[in-house]
């Protein structure tokens, strides 16, 4: 969830900040979070829909794969070849790494990683699974990316309702539906606003398989996490590609590091692997 995100980035810092904060902004929901025991993967593939009185339309379509090992090593990639023109980010995988205590910004167009010491309170962070009603913090009244300023200090009313249990996608998953009611004149709307979203959570996975919303105005955003494989991926995503430099990003007074995966020599500015 957005929340999550937000939290991450103002603790690793600026340097990661803007980037963190975009991906999260792209879906609906939080990346996978770092536990262990519960390896799998999966491509979540968000679609929004805006509808205008004229009958236009503007669809818009956002794919992300997801990777856990039972370690709880976590890898995201947004944006990458194959996934649509429609992923507004530049290419770029996230790799997770509690075990050796880093967190790996991957750059495929410039072959670049940018790799920062994570604390014991980004580890406990990661690891943490949301709630359902934290994943509906965004708000989307309009479409991904047409945001009308709509915040949980706008709403009027919030009614939660509890769906029971089923399997979406072929995971075991319980619902939530949750409608939230904007008042007029908060935004400069002249009538109330609704906003529906339902959502199915997986509590083996630790996230949503499917969450819809949609709102009176128009706005319809569909999330589905379809081929979901449970197993172990392949070890080698869970670290730095060879062949890559790999940037250590400096944490307080810090020696910079720089350099690829595959060793390392001194330099007078930090460390340069071969």
């Known amino acids: 969830m957005l929340r999550k995100a937000l939290a991450l980035g103002l603790i690793l810092g600026s340097g990661l900040f803007g980037t963190l904060v975009a991906s999260a902004a792209g879906s609906m929901v939080a990346d996978p979070p770092a536990i262990a025991g ?53 290419p770029n995988i996230m790799i997770t790494d509690p075990v050796g205590g880093q967190l790996y910004l991957v750059r495929p167009q410039s072959k670049l990683v940018e790799a920062i010491k994570l604390t014991p309170q980004v580890i406990a962070l990661q690891a943490a699974v949301h709630s359902p009603a934290d994943s509906q913090v965004p708000f989307a009244l309009m479409g991904i990316g ?58 083996d996975l630790g996230v949503p398989v499917q969450v819809t919303q949609k709102s009176s105005i128009g706005g319809e955003i569909s999330l589905n996490l379809t081929q979901v494989v449970r197993g172990e991926p392949d070890s080698t995503l869970f670290a730095p590609p060879a062949g890559y430099t790999v940037h250590q990003m400096p944490t307080g007074m810090g020696a910079v590091v720089s350099g690829t995966a595959t060793g390392a020599s001194v330099t007078p500015t930090g460390i340069k692997q071969p």
């Open 38 to 90: 519960s390896p799998y993967s999966a491509v979540s593939v968000t679609q929004s829909t805006t509808s205008f009185s004229d009958g236009n339309r503007i669809v818009r379509t956002n794919t992300v794969r997801y990777f856990r090992d039972g370690q709880g090593r976590t890898r995201v990639e947004r944006g990458m070849e194959g996934d649509g023109a429609a992923n507004a980010l530049q």
């Open 146 to 203: 047409m945001g009308i300023g709509a915040s949980l200090a706008t709403e009027a009313a919030t009614n939660e309702t509890s769906l029971g249990q089923k399997v979406v996608n072929g995971v075991t998953a319980t619902g939530t539906r949750v409608v939230r009611t904007f008042p007029a004149g908060v935004l400069g709307n002249e009538k109330p606003i609704t906003s529906t979203v339902e959502e199915w959570f997986s509590s």
